[in-house]
């Protein structure tokens, strides 16, 4: 009989290229994804070696960190991000890489488009010079961030050297209660595991509560894996899965082949850890690491770092709820999606906010689709920024950032000192947590709204 | 990339845990095509005041740690963003190693392949690294043997996988070595019915 073996097992092994003793594995890559911030060195040095894209039918680019959300026409863009897009679109049409760039009508955030377009798909390795590219895994495939060299490696050979990571089982019973969202989940998760606590392994997300998330709301938690420390999160492919690909641009048109893309009964993993969804409150971070997350209703832990403190201006015993902000962010690849958009402006739907708000849909596709459902409206009403999609406020390379000093609810995925401007200090929480707190101009618990 | 063996260096501290990349080197300067010239970006929200005016307090910007070429820093450093814009200004800064309990697997993967060094001790041996760094005091490390020495402490183990070592102590360029392995990807390709349409 045949070992039983866990999902990433299953995509690993279906991938070893060639294996010699001591030596990392030659991993074979079937997608690989390519944004503007991490490719110029690595097609200089492609270019410097002589050597082409080996296969440019497997290698996608688009341009998400650094363009403008503002009106494309009138936006000025600065000489330094003119030169990144100057790149992309050169370094693509010279090497035959299809570009999703600034004037393409499915230009959007590298991990939003991917899926959208059906290039994710079960089963496969998919990497890109991105520590969210973790967010794929949604769709049951091994998918996860690599730096520069090695996204010349993948360019040039198709292939990566890896170590064979752990693996890590995160078992999700019970069901979400009303208001808290898979957000708040992985919030929970990474606030169990700590910022580090998954190093060296893969998640792989199991459980009803996770069989019952939507995929818009896998990808939400998948995305955030690294967080933890994780290579990698994941979760088996099903019928949701399948219903979500069928008839998107690149998806496959059949789907038996993925139907036994789980782990196998006795599967073992290195390691376990079980969360009971139904104890679970929304969520949100009061520190500079995602893994300093608390429930809504708690209070800043006491054991929390002076560094931190001194850096959000809070203090160890306050509440979060009721701390006044200054500005809300929706958007990013953790929660930029038609289905964020829909439960965010169901919120705001009738009311006026308090705080200047952003909302970036992911892709240009989710943002007609918005449009078409009249959810523009709904946030410009509000008193909402309705802008063309990108990374934003995420990482603040395009003009969209904080003030010193600001608060921000974020429904992003990084709090890190400085990560949405100088100084700016990022609560992360859910898009329902992100409209309610919009409207009080204070952190406030969406479940009131509902 | 030159091959790295032994080497002695002067230390210093950074005693903060969990530095991710965006304090290592904050997105706004990475807007660049380039990998070289980013030592003076390196940790600029902590190092600098105003426009790139060094912040006295900073430890970088102690005079005794002038010429500083090992990062004693908190656990799990490097966490966050896969930019290899982190560890190209490490290097570019000058550090060769750096020494903590534990590293991010990207960061890890992306030191090693620029010939910086991170180096994992256990807490006790780490505790001493933070003490003699604070002296700005000299260590060194013997790649081949997998010691580090502390000056007044003697020596340490750290652990390596076997091929980073060897890619490091040799000079090996890691694109090289799966490029040797050509034919196996053609003959993969082939088999799972993967190639070129
Ligand atoms: S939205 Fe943020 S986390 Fe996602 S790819 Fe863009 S910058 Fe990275």
């Not at chain 1, 520590?131 to 996204?151: D, K, N, P, Q, R």
């Not at chain 1, 608390?294 to 001194?310: C, F, N, R, W, Y």
């Not at chain 2, 005693?15 to 390196?42: E, S």
């Not at chain 2, 800064?93 to 180096?119: H, Q, V």
């Amino acid at each position: 009989m045949v070992a039983p073996k866990t999902l990433f097992e299953k995509i690993w092994d279906a991938h070893v290229v060639a294996s010699e003793p001591d030596c990392p594995v030659v991993l074979y890559i079937d997608l690989h994804l390519i944004h503007e911030m991490t490719s110029p060195q690595a097609f200089s040095g492609l270019r410097a070696r002589g050597l082409r894209v080996r296969r440019p039918d497997r290698t996608v680019a688009t341009v998400d960190h650094i363009i403008p959300t503002l009106n494309r026409a009138q936006a000025e863009i600065p000489p330094s991000t003119a030169e990144l897009v100057r790149q992309i679109e050169k370094n693509c049409s010279d090497f035959g890489v299809a570009l999703h760039g600034v004037s393409s009508e499915s230009q959007g955030i590298v991990h939003v488009i991917g899926p959208e377009l059906g290039l994710t798909q079960p089963g496969m390795t998919i990497v890109c010079g991105d520590s969210h590219t973790s967010t794929h895994g949604a769709f049951g495939a091994l998918a996860f961030g690599i730096g520069t060299s090695e996204v010349e490696h993948v360019l040039a050979t198709q292939c990566l050297l890896q170590r064979r990571p752990k693996t890590f089982e995160v078992k999700v019973d019970g069901s979400l209660p009303r208001g808290v969202t898979a957000k708040d989940l992985v919030l929970a998760i990474i606030a169990r595991l700590g910022i580090g606590g998954a190093t060296e392994h893969v998640l792989e997300y199991r459980g009803e509560a996770v069989r019952a998330l939507s995929m818009d709301e896998r990808m939400t938690v998948c995305n955030m894996s690294i967080e933890a420390g994780a290579r990698a999160g994941m979760i088996a492919p099903d019928e949701t899965t399948f219903a979500w690909l069928r008839g998107r641009r690149f998806a496959p048109k059949s789907f038996d082949a993925f139907r036994d893309l789980k782990s196998d009964d006795g599967a073992r993993f290195d390691r376990t850890l079980e969360i009971d969804a139904s104890r679970l409150e929304p969520m949100i971070t009061y520190g500079t690491n995602p893994g300093m997350g608390m429930p809504i209703s708690g209070v800043v832990p006491a054991e929390t770092s002076k560094q931190a403190l001194d850096y959000m201006g809070l203090k160890a015993g306050q509440r979060m709820l009721g701390q006044s902000i200054d500005v809300v962010f929706i958007g990013s690849c953790t929660n930029s999606r038609i289905s964020d958009l829909r439960s965010a402006a169901s919120v705001l739907k009738g009311r006026r906010v308090k705080a200047r708000v952003l909302v970036v849909p992911g892709s240009l596709p989710i943002k007609r689709q918005a449009e078409e459902e009249g959810l523009d409206r709904v946030f410009r009403e509000a008193g909402c920024e309705w802008r063309e999609p990108g990374c934003s406020m995420c990482i603040a390379l395009n003009g969209d950032e904080l003030a010193e000093g600001q608060y921000c609810v974020s429904t992003s995925n990084r709090n890190f000192e400085g990560r949405q401007g100088k100084g700016g200090r990022t609560l992360l929480a859910s898009p329902l947590t992100a409209a309610a707190s919009a409207i009080e101009g204070r952190v406030a618990d969406a479940r009131q709204y509902l | 990339m030159d091959p790295i063996t032994t080497f002695s260096g002067k230390t210093v501290a950074l005693p903060i845990a969990n530095i991710d990349t965006d304090q290592i080197t904050p997105a706004l300067f990475t807007k660049v095509t380039v990998k070289t010239g980013l030592g003076r970006i390196l940790f600029a929200h902590w190092r600098y005041q105003g426009d790139f005016v060094p912040k006295p307090e900073f430890p970088l910007n102690r005079p005794g740690a002038q010429g500083a070429t090992v990062l004693v820093s908190g656990d799990n450093f490097g966490c966050g963003s896969s930019r290899e814009h982190a560890p190209w200004a490490l290097v570019d800064y000058g550090f060769r190693a750096i020494i903590s309990t534990s590293f991010a697997d990207i960061f890890r993967g992306n030191a090693l392949k620029n010939g910086l060094l991170p180096i994992v001790v256990d807490a006790a041996a780490h505790a001493e690294a933070l003490k003699i760094a604070e002296q700005h005091e000299t260590v060194s490390v013997d790649l081949p043997n997998q010691t580090l020495t502390l000056p007044g402490c003697g020596s340490v183990k750290f652990p390596i996988d076997a091929f980073s070592k060897k890619c490091l102590v040799e000079g090996i360029d890691q694109l090289g070595y799966i490029m040797k392995h050509e034919q196996a990807v053609s003959a993969f390709e082939r088999a799972t019915n993967s190639e070129e349409s």
